[in-house]
């Protein structure tokens, strides 16, 4: 299998250094073509001399990107619900989609077990603290308007993300995969409150068995797009 | 249960972790001034309606109701852009966003059309910097990766990458800088080859096997598919087969799958 794998690897090599030796703009060596300004027509006696108005216009201000945090409730599996807070930056590329990381922080209570057995621990002290990080991939998938009152009208849009990231907790980085679903309440143009709700998998061996553990979240965080 | 005292794991403490916690907040709080910095620059381009009527729709998106007309010869500063939308001002005071194929049709002071940069297919081949995410296998383990790149010309690129492999019997860090060639950078499914050097840390996991944290160099040969989707996104879909330079008799062979998108600027 890894064998075949490999001729068909170098069959691939071949065919693309092929077109490496045919190239001429290896290295910057670029071939593309300037086209020479051409001579003025013969028939033209008269140089127009109009003077071309030269405006500067300022650059538009592009607000493609999101930034803020967010602070809100974890419950890590066995371990109890705790405050989180945490980090979160976005970039829009389409009205629809968007990317965007996040970077957290929680901390892991007792399990029944360690309260029942009084003073037994299962994880030390400083393992309780929990960090995660997410890259997700996000879909506006109901944008809208809501009203306040006759004279108030703000936009909004609930949204839909998925992701991978990694999670440090009780002394190990767990490949971790979350997903979820947000609402976003834009106060101005600009600023946003954002409501979302995640379920962060990952698997965790240790209360004797290997499992998924599902952790959900719920924060409420503000943003500012620039 | 066996005694609790056998599953403690050796605690290490990380004092640093709280550290990049406060440097983050700094960052974003710069950001925050810096926004207000921008806020008080109050210099605006200014367009003028060429086409019959032009449509303030009420929020950046599909579906968002048309509140307020501006007529033919008037102008609308435009205050921002997000993705294909255009927040645009009246004389009055109206604010509305506009999408892309209206701001299309306005003149600007000079009598020109309104220009703005769109990306394209062809800034896909030409596009000097990329940035993406790739998830994949890792010989049996996770990876995630991140990777920048930036092109000398339309087939020759530099790529860093940086990625956490987080498998069952070990994680680890990899680094690596590698260059890219693509034989047919315009075709819109494009083919390339790459070759690079690196560096990988990794770390038996302790409830499993009592190993050493091993560092070592590595080098990679691979190829794979850069795919145009839309404007500047892109999907990037690749093998690499990894040598790594171990300290022992033997070098380790691992191979590697990644799929991911990427966009470029």
């Known amino acids: 299998m890894e064998s075949r794998f490999r001729v068909l690897f170098l069959i691939v090599a071949m065919i693309s250094l092929s077109g490496c030796a045919a190239t001429k703009n290896l290295f910057g060596f670029d071939s593309r073509e300037e086209t020479s300004p051409t001579a003025e027509p013969p028939g033209q006696v008269i140089d127009p001399e109009v003077e071309r108005r030269e405006v500067k216009e300022p650059a538009i201000d592009r607000e493609d990107f999101e930034v803020g945090a967010f602070a809100g409730i974890m419950s890590i599996e066995d371990f109890g619900s705790d405050l989180s807070y945490g980090l979160r930056l976005a970039y829009h590329i389409t009205e629809g989609f968007f990317v965007e990381t996040t970077a957290g922080y929680s901390r892991a209570g007792k399990t029944s077990f360690e309260i029942l057995s009084g003073g037994a621990e299962l994880i030390s002290d400083s393992e309780r603290d929990l960090y995660y990080y997410n890259l997700n991939l996000g879909y506006n998938i109901l944008p809208g308007e809501v009203f306040l009152g006759e004279g108030r009208a703000y936009n909004t849009s609930l949204y839909l993300i998925a992701g991978l990231g990694s999670t440090t907790f009780a002394g190990d980085d767990r490949f971790t995969v979350n997903f979820g679903a947000g609402y976003r309440f834009l106060l101005t143009d600009s600023v946003a409150l954002h409501l979302d709700f995640r379920d962060h998998l990952f698997d965790i061996d240790l209360l004797g068995e290997e499992k998924t553990a599902h952790n959900l979240e719920g924060h409420l965080g503000i943003t500012v797009f620039f | ?146 990777y920048g790149s930036y092109s000398m010309n339309p087939n020759i690129s530099f790529e860093l990458w940086g990625s956490q492999i987080l498998g ?60 145009y989707a839309t404007r500047r996104f892109l999907l990037r879909a690749e093998y690499k087969s990894y040598v790594v330079f171990t300290s022992r008799d033997e070098n380790e062979e691992v191979e590697e799958w990644k799929v991911g998108f990427a966009f470029f600027f």
């Open chain 2, 1 to 146: 249960m066996s005694e609790p005292s056998t599953t403690i794991i050796p605690s290490t403490p990380q004092p640093t972790k709280s550290a990049w916690f406060g440097y983050a907040a700094a960052v974003v709080l710069q950001v925050f001034l810096g926004a207000a910095v921008f806020a008080a620059d109050d210099e605006l381009r200014t367009v003028t309606v060429a086409d019959p009527y032009l449509e303030m729709h009420t929020g950046p998106g599909r579906g968002y109701p048309v509140f307020h007309v501006v007529d033919r010869g008037e102008s609308v500063d435009v205050v921002m852009q997000r993705t294909d939308w255009y927040l645009v001002r009246t004389d009055n005071g109206k604010e509305g966003w506009v999408d892309r194929e209206q701001m299309e049709l306005t003149l600007q002071p000079d009598g020109e059309q309104f220009s703005f940069e769109r990306a394209s297919i062809e800034d896909f081949t030409n596009a000097r910097w990329e940035t993406g995410i790739l998830a994949g296998d890792f010989g049996g383990a996770n990876i995630i990766s991140l």
């Open chain 2, 168 to 227: 069952n019997f070990s994680n680890g860090w990899m680094a690596n800088a590698n260059v890219v060639h693509e034989a047919w950078p315009e075709w819109r499914i494009s083919p390339f080859f790459t070759l690079g050097t690196g560096y990988i840390h990794t770390e038996p996991k302790s409830t499993i096997v009592q190993g050493e944290d091993r560092s070592d160099q590595i080098g990679h040969v691979g190829g794979g598919f850069r795919i």
